[in-house]
């Protein structure tokens, strides 16, 4: 028997070989401007939702033009057609906007609105590298246009600038520009001789280029670096604004300056302006001739208006900077780091075993029962908040706010309320609030199908709401806070409420329940969830789409969640989700079954029992009731449920845990013993294995072992399942998940 | 994986193994590690040959008994025993076998089709033989032994 020795390292090869292939390459840059685009978009909902809502101001508009702005100038950068040719006429109808030509009222605001929903498909489409849907993109195309109008409205704005300027000709202004472009702004592909030709529309310029930072030799020379600084006097415009406006997509992309020069002499002026009514652009090869310009207007330099102009720069330099400086909080808020989310995986792991690591090391050091270990346990104490402080950390990196899974409901809300004809307005609260990663990835199909469900089902039509006394326009609230531990997320609306005896017809015809049994309203209410239980009869093509509310409750599951309904007739319905702060931390108890030592969530016990005698009853042989406080409740052997063979230890030498959740109303779980409350850290079960029935996850004891996660929820609605530990060799038909 | 690798390159190594007392192989560039065996944890509701999981360095390993998985009878492990980590399609999976005997490296045009007599669970698993002097060893295709196959997709 020889062991084997052999590197298996295949894999990197691979990686790295796909790396080097250009095609991976142009993938990553056009990957990276899609992210980019995800958060323009969540800027732009951001800005019209708040145009909608009435609490726009001019920064919010220039907020959504920005945008849609920077959408169209990197999507021409590689060539995506369809998304720059949509988001210019997008911009277009914005910019009228912004300049006040166009007043925003409901209609505009739609129109704006489904335009914000076609870009947001543009783009995925781009992304997927499918056609865009033309069915879609023209009718918002040709609203846009309605707005506009038939004529290009460029033409006579700018007449207007330039009658301006005659109206004043009497006080003409330089204003020295000084840019050097960074080599983000050659990335975001833009061009220098673009600004100074626009900068050229203003009045007539004078233009030099600095070479001083280019390398002497081509050696170290990076093609798309920032070497070069271009001085521009403009003479024409009163104010810097205009100059501003032209650099304001650009300012922090590169070192820019502007300065006030005034000219006392109208004279002057004339001298030089003569002689400058051609613009002379230096690009590339002829950088050496811009140079010997730089250098002649150097010589030129000491002329008085110059003189004045050199100290009169500093200072002026100061405000501008400053001024820039307070622009840019407000402006990017956010500054974001991005990272790779497998480095943030790999993080949680090594820290998931650092703090395994240190529970080994405390567990060894107990059992060695050293003389004089005070001192060493208060260093293990230490050391182990450390740990914990690292591990909130790291978890923190993962956490998102909800705020861009809420703005696509936004859009699900406004297509579902068009779709059925009704009348209704998405309120979103509590956005800030941040869960796990994965949380609001998994949350986006749940939360768009209860969306959806609530606006069909839910929210009657206006006629039968003003029929009811209620307003016409209804109101969907889509709320998220935190709330001891858990992350609560509700979705509220004000429509008829449930239609109890209908949803109990349905079950009954479904053979879901018997049509004799007597259900509580909170039961018929649970029957949604059901599996098998879709209300297929009267659907729509909105909510219909195969999925039924099990599916909901099954998402909601697999991320430690829950999923409750309280509905009041003709007042309205609430879904509420609760899902726990972090997914790969919890608190459990350990607990031992079996020979087995296993976990249950400490969020679903709500306190253990050890029995006595008293508090035992018994219905036929098998059923056991612990009476508390009252009440009987049924005693479940996790044992058995597990599928191993039922304990004859009596129940009165083992442990109750009495169990609470949102669809069990009381339960207790019998188990051999408890052990101690801790911190785990918990794995996967799924990647490696799959689901199993009971089983929530696992995690690694102190001693290295696992341990699994027990679903209570699970064990205790627990229907039959199949034989446990099945003799029969057949490939995995052992696993039933659902019943 | 009903075509292994041999297409493109001459030659290929396997390393040969025992299950049920037979001769089987598994293709190198599948296989992360061998283990001695450790204990398990054992899982509910799981078929006979899969034992439980182990930790290897945090990762949650489902371990198959690769004898009762083809249909020999169950492995009674012992400290003697080897675990085979192996990579199947993006999962981590543990064999126990008896042993691990040596890396055979073989041109490709000596991997021969399994002879396809009566359909069971064992002929359903080769993907291929090799013959070995007057012997032959069976490639194992790792893809039929997924623990709970076809369900696990979700």
Redesign the interface.
Known sequence: ????V?P?D?EALITVIRRLTSRMTDRAILDAFFEECEDLLVALTEGLTDMCAGQGDDETVNAVFRAVHSIKGAAGAFALDDLVGFAHKFETVLDEVRAGRLATDDALLRVLQRAGDILADLVDAAREEMPANRDQVDPVLNDLQAFLGEEEPEEEFVFEALSLDFATPAVPQRHRVSFAPTQAFYQAGNDPCQLITALADLGSTEVAVEIDELPEKFEGYVWNKGYLRWHVSVDGPETDLPIREIFEFVDDLCDLQIAFIPLSEPGENDETSSGDTALDVERGGSVEHADAVDTEQDELGPTPEDETARPAEDPARQPTAKAAATEKPAKRAAATLRVDPDRVDRLI?AV??LI?NQSVISQRLQEADLPNSADLFADLDDYKLLAREIQEGVMSIRAQPVKPLFQRMLRIAREAADATGKDVTLVTEGEATEVDKIVVERLADPLTHMIRNAIDHGIEKPEVRREAGKQAKGTLRLTASQRSGSIVIEIIDDGAGLNRPKIRDIAVAKGLVSAEAQLSDAEIDHLLFAPGFSTAAEVTNLSGRGVGMDVVKTAITALGGRVAISSVTGEGTTFSITLPLTLAVMDGMIITVDG?TMVVPISSIVETVRPTAADLSQIGLNNHLLRIRGDYVPIVDLGSR???VKSDKPLTDRVLLLIQTETVTQCAIAVDDIHDQRQIVV?????????????SG?T?LGD?????IIDPEAIATGAQ??P??????T?????V?SH | MSHPTEAQSGHQEFVTLVAGGQNFCIEITQIREIRRWTPVTILPHSPAHVLGVINLRGAVIPIIDLASKLGFPKINPTERHVIIIVAIEDRIVGLLVESVSEILGVSSDEVRETPRGQEDSTTRAIQGIIPVGDDMTKIISLATLLPNEGQVAA
Do not use: C, W
């Not at chain 1, 290295?704 to 699994?708: D, E, P, S, T, V």
């Not at chain 1, 446990?724 to 060799?729: G, L, M, V």
């Not at chain 1, 490939?731 to 696993?735: N, S, V």
């Open positions: 028997m020889r062991p084997v052999k298996f295949d792991n998931g075993e395994i087995q597990l599928g191993a794995k996967s079960m799924q990647s490696n294995y799959g689901q199993i029935t009971g089983i696992a690694i290295g072992k696992i341990a699994l399942h199949a446990p530990f099945p003799t029969d060799n490939e995995g038909e052992a696993h998940t």
